[in-house]
């Protein structure tokens, strides 16, 4: 949705009750955009060190040197 400055201005409750229901708000002065409206979102959780454990495994080869027809592609 696309609004000139004086119909924010006078709507700008309304409007901020769109967008507090996922609407997204482009304020425009002379047809030319020049601000978004858009909803707040919420931060992730704090990640927390050690969370995944049991659910990532790594190969016992990890550290091995790769075959010589891979190391050659990431040379070309």
Not at 13 to 24: I, P, W, Y
Not at 36 to 63: K, L, M
């Amino acid at each position: 949705m696309q609004v000139n400055v004086h119909e924010a201005k006078t709507h700008f409750s309304k409007l901020l009750a769109r967008v507090k229901e996922g609407e997204e708000v482009i304020i425009a002065r002379a047809g030319v955009p020049v601000a978004r409206i858009v909803p707040v979102t919420e931060r992730p959780a704090r990640r927390v060190p050690g969370s995944a454990r049991g659910w990532v495994s790594i190969a016992p080869d990890f550290e091995d040197p790769l075959p010589e027809t891979i190391l050659e592609d990431f040379e070309r």
